[in-house]
C-alpha cells in the first residue's frame, strides 16, 4: 500500500471514530424524556460500523462495533452519573448485538466482494497475457514463413555468387586492388549467409533432442570458451557457482546456444570496463533452474522492454534482431521462459527458467 492510501485511510478511521463520539455524546446529553431522539441515535451507530466494513474489512467493522458498543453500554444502563437510555432492556439489548452481527455480516460481504474483484483482475491480467502471446504467436509464424521463403530465394544466388567471386579471385595475385574487392565480396556472402541461416534457425527450429544436463557445468563450458575469454575490453565476467543442483532435461546445443547469446548481449551491454555477474539457482519448482545474467550497463529502454524478443527489432547497430527472438523460442520450447528486466540500482537482468526434468 502506497503512503498516500495509508494516510487515506487512516483519515477514513478518524472520520469514522468522529462520527461514534458525536452520536455517543448526543446520547449522554439529550433527555431520557427525549425517547424518540434516543431511538434515532442508537441507529445512528451503524453508520460508522458499515463504513468501518467497507474501510478495513470485518476486522476494522468488529472493532468499530466493539467500540459502540463499549460507549453505549454505560448510557444503556445508566451506570455511574451517564443519564439512562429510556428504551426498554431488551430493545437495547437486541440493538448491541445487532451492532455485532451487522459488523460481522457486512464485513464478510466486503471482504468476499474484494476477493471476488482481485481475482477479475488476475483473470483480466491473464486474459491480456493470453492474448498478447496469441499476437506475437500469430507474428512470429508470419515472420517465420517469410524468412523461410527470403533465405531460399537468396541462399541459391548468394553461393553462386560466393563462387564466382572466389573463381575470379585466383585470376589476381594477392594484394592486387581488385583481389581485394573480390575477398571482400567472398567474405560479406559468407556474413549475408550467416545471417540467412539464423533466419532460417528461427523460422524452422530444429527438434529437441532431450538429455539429462548439468546446467552449472554446461554454463561453466560456455563461460571458459568466450571470445576474449572471461576478460573483455577491461570488463569482467563472474560466475556465482551454486549449490549442486538437479539436472533438467533438454537439448544441450540449443540450451547452450541460449547461454551465449544472453551472456554475449550482456557482455555488449556493460560495454568497455563492465561487470557480466552470472548467477544460478533453484526454482519454486523443485529441480527447475533459474539463471539470472546481469550487467551494470545502462539498462533497458522502455521501448526495448516491449520488443525485446520480436524477431528483427534492435537497438544495436550490426545487429539482426534474431538472437533474442530465436532465444525465447528455444526457453520456450523447453517449457520454460526468458525475462527481462531494469536492476533497481542500475543495469539490466535477463533470467532463463528452465522447468524440472
Given at each position: 500500500m502506497s503512503e498516500a492510501s495509508r494516510k487515506h485511510k487512516w483519515a477514513w478511521y478518524g472520520a469514522i471514530y468522529a462520527v461514534i463520539l458525536a452520536v455517543t455524546s448526543l446520547h449522554y446529553f439529550t433527555g431520557h424524556e427525549l425517547h424518540y431522539y434516543h431511538g434515532i441515535y442508537r441507529r445512528l451507530y451503524y453508520l460508522p460500523i458499515i463504513l468501518a466494513c467497507f474501510t478495513g474489512g470485518v476486522r476494522a467493522g468488529m472493532i468499530a462495533a466493539i467500540v459502540v458498543c463499549l460507549l453505549y453500554m454505560p448510557h444503556a444502563l445508566g451506570l455511574g452519573p451517564v443519564?439512562?437510555?429510556?428504551?426498554?432492556?431488551?430493545?437495547?439489548?437486541?440493538?448491541?448485538?445487532?451492532?455485532?452481527?451487522?459488523?460481522?455480516?457486512?464485513?464478510?460481504?466486503?471482504?468476499?466482494?474484494?476477493?471476488?474483484?482481485?481475482?477479475?483482475?488476475?483473470?483480466?491480467?491473464?486474459?491480456?497475457?493470453?492474448?498478447?502471446?496469441?499476437?506475437?504467436?500469430?507474428?512470429?509464424?508470419?515472420?517465420?514463413?517469410?524468412?523461410?521463403?527470403?533465405?531460399?530465394?537468396?541462399?541459391?544466388?548468394?553461393?553462386?555468387?560466393?563462387?564466382?567471386?572466389?573463381?575470379?579471385?585466383?585470376?589476381?595475385?594477392?594484394?592486387?586492388?581488385?583481389?581485394?574487392?573480390?575477398?571482400?565480396?567472398?567474405?560479406?556472402?559468407?556474413?549475408?549467409?550467416?545471417?540467412?541461416?539464423?533466419?532460417?534457425?528461427?523460422?524452422?527450429?530444429?527438434?529437441?533432442?532431450?538429455?539429462?544436463?548439468?546446467?552449472?557445468?554446461?554454463?561453466?563450458?560456455?563461460?571458459?570458451?568466450l571470445p576474449q575469454g572471461n576478460h573483455f575490453r577491461g570488463g569482467s565476467i563472474s560466475f556465482d557457482d551454486p549449490m549442486p543442483l538437479k539436472?533438467?532435461?533438454?537439448?544441450?546445443?540449443?540450451?547452450?546456444?541460449?547461454?551465449?547469446?544472453?551472456?554475449?548481449?550482456?557482455?555488449?551491454?556493460a560495454g568497455p570496463g563492465g561487470k557480466v555477474t552470472v548467477s544460478m539457482e533453484e526454482t519454486t519448482d523443485p529441480g527447475g533452474?533459474?539463471?539470472?545474467?546481469d550487467d551494470d550497463g545502462p539498462g533497458f529502454a522502455p521501448e526495448a522492454l516491449e520488443n525485446l524478443f520480436t524477431p528483427f527489432f534492435t537497438t544495436r547497430e550490426g545487429g539482426t534482431g534474431l538472437g533474442l527472438a530465436i532465444s525465447h523460442r528455444i526457453v520456450e520450447s523447453h517449457g520454460g521462459s526468458l525475462e527481462a528486466s531494469n536492476l533497481p540500482g542500475g543495469g539490466a537482468r535477463v533470467t532463463m527458467r528452465f522447468p524440472a526434468s
Open positions: 443519564m439512562q437510555d429510556p428504551g426498554s432492556p431488551t430493545e437495547k439489548g437486541l440493538e448491541i448485538i445487532l451492532y455485532l452481527t451487522v459488523a460481522l455480516i457486512t464485513g464478510l460481504l466486503v471482504s468476499r466482494g474484494e476477493r471476488i474483484r482481485d481475482r477479475l483482475i488476475l483473470a483480466i491480467e491473464e486474459k491480456e497475457r493470453v492474448e498478447a502471446e496469441l499476437v506475437r504467436a500469430a507474428k512470429l509464424a508470419a515472420v517465420g514463413r517469410l524468412s523461410a521463403g527470403l533465405a531460399h530465394e537468396i541462399r541459391n544466388p548468394l553461393a553462386s555468387i560466393k563462387g564466382a567471386a572466389e573463381l575470379l579471385g585466383d585470376d589476381f595475385a594477392e594484394g592486387h586492388p581488385k583481389r581485394r574487392l573480390l575477398d571482400t565480396l567472398v567474405s560479406e556472402a559468407e556474413r549475408l549467409n550467416g545471417v540467412l541461416t539464423r533466419f532460417l534457425s528461427f523460422a524452422r527450429p530444429a527438434p529437441i533432442e532431450r538429455k539429462k544436463i548439468d546446467m552449472p557445468a554446461l554454463l561453466g563450458n560456455v563461460l571458459a570458451f539436472p533438467i532435461e533438454g537439448d544441450e546445443g540449443q540450451i547452450r546456444q541460449v547461454l551465449l547469446n544472453v551472456i554475449l548481449n550482456a557482455r555488449e551491454s533452474v533459474a539463471i539470472h545474467v
